[in-house]
């Protein structure tokens, strides 16, 4: 199994970046993937996930407000995911990660517990 992010980089406030989580060794499919990221000392926090079934979408329980300024989108074809970032903020600095979950673990889920192999990740940099 294999996940690798790319697209990471430094961009100013209010900038746009489009992340991207090309995956390999498992059945798309049968795998949500999401999103998550890990500011300098904070807990890693999921941002969005995307079922490769059916498209549908997931986000934090709690944080679903948090991150309408991003896109989640899948391509089936290429088994990549991708995340359109739009109006960063400072805030947004962080190492994102792409993980990929079982369908039938995760239950509709964006919770990085749940999510059972990780890309190495690909930080963003937002310069205020």
């Known amino acids: 199994v294999l996940l690798v992010e790319s697209g990471g980089g430094l961009v100013q406030t209010g900038g746009s970046l489009r992340l991207s989580c090309v995956t390999s060794?498992?059945?798309?499919?049968?795998?949500?993937i999401g999103w998550f990221r890990q500011a300098p000392g904070k807990e890693r926090e999921g941002v969005s996930c995307i079922s490769g079934r059916d498209g549908s979408t997931y986000y934090p329980d709690s944080d679903k407000g948090r991150f309408t300024r991003f896109t989640i989108a899948r391509d089936n074809a290429e088994n990549s995911v991708y995340l359109q970032m739009n109006i960063l903020k400072a805030e947004d600095t962080a190492v994102y990660y792409c993980?990929?979950?079982?369908?039938?673990?995760?239950?509709?889920?964006?919770?990085?517990?749940?999510?059972?192999?990780w890309g190495q990740g690909t930080q963003v940099t937002v310069s205020s």
């Open positions: 993980a990929a979950g079982f369908l039938g673990d995760i239950l509709g889920s964006c919770q990085r517990d749940l999510y059972e192999f």
């Open positions: 060794g498992f059945t798309f499919g049968n795998y949500a």
